[in-house]
């Protein structure tokens, strides 16, 4: 179905949206970093991308800014975190996110749920 882009650092969330959203039958690449992140973006036309706020090396809004207007990508983003905030959401309004799934107890539910929205909306 779908190539897809993790950029998240932790190891339990990779492993979680990996076995979830290939379960359903999407390729999913990850990157730890958002260089890696980067990096992969450069060599793979992903039909989405997932962003973890919270990274090592750069905020993960610096690297949304930079994916829409260093890179000129238009490729589909959600935001994953848990720190979504409203000043969150005003700040990326500008960069076309695609929606903010919160790491939550409901996390998977709502994974599911704004990937297939996402990419539906882009076919």
Known sequence: MASILLVDDSVMIQKTVQHVLRK???QVEVAGTVRDGV???TKIAFDLILMDLNL???RGEEAIRGFREKMGMKTPILV????IEVDTVLQLQPYDVSGYVAKAADFVDRLIEEVAKVLNRKL
Not at 80 to 83: D, R, Y
């Open 39 to 41: 990096s992969l973006a």
């Open 56 to 58: 090592p090396d750069f």
């Open 24 to 26: 359903v039958g999407h």
């Open 80 to 83: 994953i975190s848990g720190e």
